[in-house]
């Protein structure tokens, strides 16, 4: 069974400071890792995607993949209360190449 | 205004009645996906279809069924047959393939008493 893993928290950061989630995966083979941001009581948004080795920024988010290490990570810098929420790590099933492999998901709350 | 449309928001029925979640995009994607949330749970795979007229099951199929029949459209119903049907029910969306990315509907919460 492939599997995602991420700590489920709660991880509690000021406002202002930089939260750092992680993520690892079981299958080698996946090649597309996705992040989403998922507010109590609503569906998931999709905040970044990364195919590729090292660092893909976005505004105030940054992914981090190291295929190596099996790890992916997302970085919130300048954290805002309107943060908070759970975060997803997805990796692909390269087996199934429609399937996403979901973590539980990581608890985020930004204190201000 | 495009988008992935799901409907009900909420749905309430008794136990061994089958019900139907409807599912609808106009984002014109080939690749449609139905996900179950349960409380503290990652999402899982109920289903996914790639194109018209074909679906393939995922990793918790038993006691749902799906269709494609419009390239629009991917309906799921629950049905009597499947233990614990309580749950949130996610739709999701991508242009093609594992390396697309995936867009959610606004979910159903559905309640069996």
């Known amino acids: 069974q492939k599997e995602v893993e991420q700590n489920s928290g709660p991880l509690s950061v000021p406002e202002g400071a930089i939260a750092s989630l992680n993520c690892t995966y079981s299958?080698?083979?996946?090649?597309?890792f996705f992040w989403y941001r998922q507010y109590s009581g609503k569906s998931p948004e999709l905040i970044m995607s990364i195919y590729s080795n090292g660092d893909k920024e976005d505004g105030r988010f940054t992914a981090q993949l190291n295929k190596a290490s099996q790890y992916v990570s997302l970085l919130i810098r300048d954290s805002q209360p309107s943060d908070s929420a759970t975060y997803l790590c997805a990796a692909a099933d390269m087996e199934y190449g429609n399937k996403l492999v979901f973590g539980a998901g990581t608890i985020l709350r930004v204190k201000s | 205004d495009g988008g992935i449309t799901q409907s009900p928001k909420y749905l309430f029925r008794k136990e061994g009645q089958n019900v139907t979640l409807s599912c609808e995009q106009n984002l014109n994607h080939d690749a449609m996906y139905w996900y179950r949330q349960d409380p503290g749970q990652g999402l899982r795979l109920i289903y996914y279809?790639?194109?018209?007229?074909?679906?393939q099951k995922g990793d918790i199929a038993e006691g749902y069924s799906v269709s494609r029949e419009k390239k629009e459209s991917f309906p799921l119903t629950v049905t009597s047959a499947q233990k614990n049907p309580t749950a949130f029910y996610l739709c999701?969306?991508?242009?093609?393939?594992?390396?697309?990315?995936?867009?959610f509907g606004p979910g159903t919460r559905l309640t069996v008493t």
């Open positions: 279809s790639q194109i018209v007229n074909d679906f």
């Open positions: 999701a969306s991508s242009l093609a393939g594992g390396l697309s990315e995936q867009y």
């Open positions: 299958d080698r083979g996946s090649q597309s």
